[in-house]
């Protein structure tokens, strides 16, 4: 059975289809760095060709309220219509748990626009809304950041490990449809001060940590069961503080290390963001350290310098990094972006840039026949990842 993965470099993508892969499907892994884009309609009917179920893991560029609007109304206009041409037998979507009790926010009144669509595209379809991942934990304090204060809301947080996630989205695509929404949430209910607490204590953050009836969370005020399940839901079976563990188990990549990974900056990347090869999958970045170096001036910082290699059409996943890049290009023609960024293409002798909020969505080498090559400089945390998961 051929399943089309939408958005397939993401944090979920990425996992769902080396999962289904595992099982013996074929798989393709569709993004706009493999040619296929749902919003300008480019590829997809060439990806769709042949295929029984598409999964729609893809996330906006920009949460401001019209491009976020703009962009799940377009793409799932051009998505499910190709796909009704291609005679697509179950649609799956990835949204929220949620969405419809919160309309004053921008970002989920665009699910449920979404939701809408496939709903009423008449392709049989399932919908699984998640709750929150761990791994968006730290970027959820980070918003919530005013000063020294991280403001949340005084509401109940249901997170789950998106591994979870991605077994039950993996058990859809190869049941029938549904027809209807289902849930999915983590094992544990927390406050959700008390998850930030964890999120910044395993980290020795010293922020503090506020709970306000007030506080916003995706532009929207909470009630005390907004963000998890009602009813019957799938539950997840890892707790937060096993993912914790195993995370810092997982071994650095060293400095006498090179490997060919998801994403360009990975030095001190946890092995759990390598993503597995496949023979149709597009070749991936090789990166070589050049130098780690302690900031004695600058107390809990430290700066990497490394080279990275793209063999001809290559492309990276979807990533984001804690600190400061600094990217110059040595050889060939890279094509970079980042999110709510325009796309831009570098030759020998330019430069990019990538802050600690940014999230980097596009990364491709420009040509099918010549290698590419740049070097970046790093300013992080010590300590922290340097390559982080992202949407």
């Known amino acids: 059975m051929k399943i089309v993965v939408i958005g397939g470099t993401g944090l979920i993508g990425s996992k769902l289809v080396a999962l289904l892969r595992q099982r013996g499907q074929e798989v393709l892994a569709a993004s706009p760095n493999s040619g296929v884009n749902t919003v300008t309609g480019e590829g997809l009917a060439e990806a769709l060709a042949g295929a029984q179920v598409v999964v729609d893991v893809a996330n906006s ?13 377009t ?23 949620g969405a419809d009790r919160l309309p004053d926010s921008g970002y989920l009144r665009a699910k449920v626009a ?23 934990g730290g970027q959820i304090a980070d918003a919530a950041t005013d000063g020294n204060l991280v403001r949340v809301p005084d509401a109940l947080i249901q997170p789950i490990v ?9 058990e859809i695509a190869l049941a029938p449809a549904v027809n209807g929404t289902v849930e999915v949430g983590g094992p544990e209910r927390f406050r959700f001060d008390e998850f930030m607490a964890h999120v910044l204590g395993e980290k020795s953050d010293q922020r503090k940590i506020v709970a306000d009836l007030h506080a916003r969370y995706f532009g929207t005020e909470l009630g005390e069961e907004s963000l998890v399940p009602v009813g019957k839901a799938h539950i997840g079976q890892t707790r937060y503080d096993a993912w914790s563990n195993r995370s810092k188990a997982a071994p650095p990549v060293g400095m ?3 490997r060919t990974l998801g994403a360009a900056l990975v030095l ?12 149709s999958d597009p070749p991936q970045p090789v990166v070589a350290p050049l130098m780690l170096k302690d900031l004695a001036d600058v107390p ?35 094509i970079e972006g980042v999110r709510g960024g325009k796309e831009v293409t570098l030759t020998p002798g330019q430069t990019f840039y990538e802050g600690p909020t940014d999230v980097h969505t596009i990364g491709r080498n420009a040509s099918k026949t010549k290698p590419a090559k740049f070097v970046v400089v790093l300013l992080k945390k010590k300590g922290v990842d340097a390559v982080l998961p992202a949407e």
């Open 268 to 279: 001190a990347a946890s092995a759990q963001l390598a993503q597995p090869a496949h023979a």
């Open 61 to 73: 560029p920009s949460f401001e309220d019209t491009a976020v609007m703009k962009f799940f109304q």
């Open 75 to 97: 793409a799932g206009h051009n998505l499910l219509g190709a796909e009704a041409a291609a005679g697509v037998r179950h649609h799956i979507a990835l949204s929220i748990v």
């Open 256 to 258: 006498s290390t090179v």
């Open 300 to 334: 809990g910082k430290e700066m990497i310098m490394i080279t990275v290699d793209y063999p001809p059409g290559a492309v990276e996943h979807v990533h984001r990094h804690d600190g400061y890049a600094f990217v110059y290009v040595l050889e060939g023609s890279i």
């Open 162 to 170: 998106s591994d979870d996630v991605v077994a039950v989205l993996a």
């Open 114 to 136: 979404q939701e809408n669509l496939i709903k009423s595209s008449g392709i049989p379809y399932t919908i699984l809304r998640s709750t929150q991942f761990f791994e968006f």
